[in-house]
């Protein structure tokens, strides 16, 4: 996934340049706001206390009596964001649900493009982020799932319901110039494949969606056919997969 940064030479958004408030007004919705908006401009790297308190003009003790410390400062950021994710407003069936709740998650990414390595980061599951799975669970249950193929649903479909899909490198890490001899290498040697490989256009919207789609639709094929053996808590086919894996 691509990561954009605003430029930190730009000045904040008007909405972002608070005057002075004091204790009785911050609260830690507020708080967290102002993080996600420090986040935004700076990036999430340059997020502090000593930061977030000059952004809404307080003196720093003022924070800590809401928040003790900065990782709980990054964990509200992400109950915060996670609670932006819209679900829809009517119930409907299980796809269009998990559709729904994804897409909007992706619109949360776009906005803050930092969020994804945040919520890597988390190593334990708040009362938000609980209450979020659980309501994902209830859709499922709700669709008939076999526990089974709903834990097994929620893994495979899980960070999309965040809004991103994780790639297996990070592309801050990437090394262009190596890429490129590599690159060069290949079409020396097998200048089909490198021709073939360069007609290729990424786009990270297009690729997120197309995954989803596809992940959606496997679930679906699995349902339909486990709905038919209710005593068979997994296909014969991702059984021997698991076995085989585990041996």
Request: glycine share 4%; hydrophobic share 40%.
């Amino acid at each position: 996934m691509t990561v954009q940064r605003r430029d930190r030479n730009k000045p904040a958004p008007a909405s972002k340049r608070r005057t002075g408030q004091s204790r009785g007004t911050l609260s830690s919705e507020v708080i967290f706001r102002a993080a996600i908006a420090v986040a935004d401009h700076d990036g999430v790297e340059r997020l502090s206390m000593r930061r977030l308190a000059r952004e809404l003009r307080v003196e720093a003790p003022s924070l800590y009596h809401h928040i003790p410390d900065k990782e709980q400062l990054l964990d509200g950021i992400v109950d915060t964001l996670v609670s932006d994710i819209e679900a829809p407003r009517t119930e409907t069936e299980w796809m269009t649900e998990m559709r729904t709740r994804a897409l909007s998650g992706r619109r949360m990414v776009q906005r803050h493009p930092w969020a994804p390595r945040l919520i890597a980061t988390r190593r334990s599951l708040s009362p938000t982020l609980t209450r979020y799975w659980i309501s994902i669970a209830r859709v499922l249950h709700k669709a008939g799932f076999s526990i089974d193929l709903a834990h097994h649903a929620i893994h495979a479909i899980g960070p999309r319901l965040l809004g991103f899909a994780p790639d297996v490198f990070d592309e801050t890490s990437l090394q262009p110039d190596a890429a490129r001899a590599v690159f060069t290498e290949v079409q020396a040697a097998e200048p089909d494949l490198a021709a073939f490989i360069a007609r290729a256009r990424h786009d990270d919207q297009a690729e997120f969606v197309y995954g989803l789609e596809l992940i959606l639709e496997a679930i679906e094929r699995e349902h339909r056919g486990l709905a038919s053996r209710p005593r068979s808590p997994r296909s014969p086919r991702v059984r021997k997969t698991v076995e085989r894996v585990s041996r």
